[in-house]
């Protein structure tokens, strides 16, 4: 792949995923819930695990069209994710990519709705529109390890630890453990999902899940420093609110200095994985740079 542009590449999958979703979830009845829906899950972002999921699908020589539902129910559940994140019960936010929460605008109960409407709708999606050239038995695996990543083992789990650990002194270890269920999960299925659905083995899927362990503890590290150093214009989002709340970041833990330089060494871990599958693996291996380096 020479000459490889990543910031085109990215707007591109942005348009191919945005369009996907548009078209999955027309508005319906009853109208309030749709609009809700689709005003979160329209809404913008970086669309980072759908890219993520067909950028690997197309690595092992699958289709772009084999992964697109899956890619989009990833988008659905990180929405819902976003949308109950925010709450007032959660973390009472009124800023999410740029715009008034969805409980801002719906009101707390659609909000609830909504993003149980999305988490459901992304298992039918994933379910009905996989085109039948991926074999049922793979399409089956994606849906469990969907499921296990929004679980209690995944990110509900990591939420519960994020609500019970705020305002305490937690150690490194188990700020690692909350990341890798908070966030790590579902990056983590995004990249083996589509390696699954273009019929990877073991060995290949195995480097997958190392290459996406590494970039999101890597990805959150990131996370964490932006809400010290981004303004609320670029992330559009809060800022300031972890330090606001006592919560234990990798930059209170280890310095913002000390963080910058472990998202870098993760990323480098991370590249090495891909090490091997020669110029497929290149919007990968510049995903895993953009991480480290995104300033949003
Ligand atoms: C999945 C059933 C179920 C419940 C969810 C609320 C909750 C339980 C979990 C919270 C998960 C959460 C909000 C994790 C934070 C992950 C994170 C760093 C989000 C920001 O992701 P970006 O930067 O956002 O990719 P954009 O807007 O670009 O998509």
Request: with cysteine; hydrophobic share 45%.
């Amino acid at each position: 792949m020479v000459g490889f542009e990543l910031v085109q590449y990215l707007s591109q999958r942005k348009v191919l995923v945005e369009e996907a979703l548009g078209q999955f979830l027309p508005l319906a009845e009853p109208e309030t819930i749709y609009q809700a829906m689709r005003y979160s899950l329209l809404a913008g972002g970086k669309r980072l695990r759908p890219i993520l999921c067909l950028a690997s699908c197309e690595l092992l020589g699958g289709r772009l069209a084999w992964a697109v539902p899956t890619a989009c129910a990833l988008e659905m559940i990180h929405t819902m994710s976003l949308i109950h994140d925010d709450l007032p019960a959660m973390d009472n936010d009124d800023l999410r990519r740029g715009q008034p929460t969805n409980h801002k605008v719906y009101g707390e109960a659609m909000a609830i709705l909504a993003g149980d409407g999305l988490l459901a709708y992304a298992f039918e999606v994933m379910a009905t529109q996989t085109p039948a050239q991926v074999q049922p038995a793979q399409v089956l695996a994606v849906v469990a390890r969907l499921g296990r990543a929004a679980s209690a083992s995944g990110l509900v789990g990591g939420q519960v630890m994020d609500l019970q650990s705020e305002g305490k002194p937690i150690p490194l270890t188990t700020l690692q453990t909350l990341h890798a269920k908070k966030t790590g999960a579902l990056l983590e299925v995004a990249v083996v999902s589509g390696g699954i659905l273009a019929g990877g083995g073991t060995e290949e899927l195995g480097r997958l899940s190392r290459y996406a362990q590494k970039i999101g503890l890597a990805f959150q590290i990131v996370d964490d420093i932006l809400d010290i150093t981004g303004t609320p214009e670029k992330i559009g989002k809060t800022i300031g609110k972890d330090v606001a709340v006592q919560k234990a970041t990798y930059p209170s833990l280890l310095g913002l200095e000390c963080s910058q330089n472990l998202a870098q060494q993760l990323t480098t871990e991370a590249k090495t994985e891909l090490i091997g599958f020669g110029e497929r693996a290149v919007p990968l291996l510049a995903l895993a740079d953009f991480i480290t380096q995104r300033e949003h």
